[in-house]
């Protein structure tokens, strides 16, 4: 599946230099709805992002627990 993302995100980076594209997750290339993160969490997730800093959610749940911040993606009330 990394394979088809890796794919995807460098087939949609070619497009966006001819034409209008959505914006789009760097990471796995699907388009992306907006979402709020806070500027200190996006300051340690966003230097892990290749090709640009636009990522979807899910891989944003991803690349904060890689940075070891679980707790900031988890959709329960605190
Ligand atoms: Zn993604």
Do not use: Q, T
């Not at 001819?18 to 990471?27: D, G, L, N, R, T």
Request: net charge positive.
């Amino acid at each position: 599946m990394k394979l088809f993302y890796y794919f995807r995100v460098k087939f949609k980076l070619i497009l966006k230099k001819f034409c209008i594209v959505p914006s789009f997750c760097k990471e796995c290339g699907r388009n992306v709805h907006d979402f709020v993160v806070d500027d200190n969490i996006w300051n340690k997730v966003g230097k892990h992002i290749k090709n640009g800093h636009v990522l979807c959610y899910d891989c944003f749940c991803e690349k904060c627990r890689h940075a070891g911040l679980p707790d900031v993606w988890r959709l329960v009330k605190h």
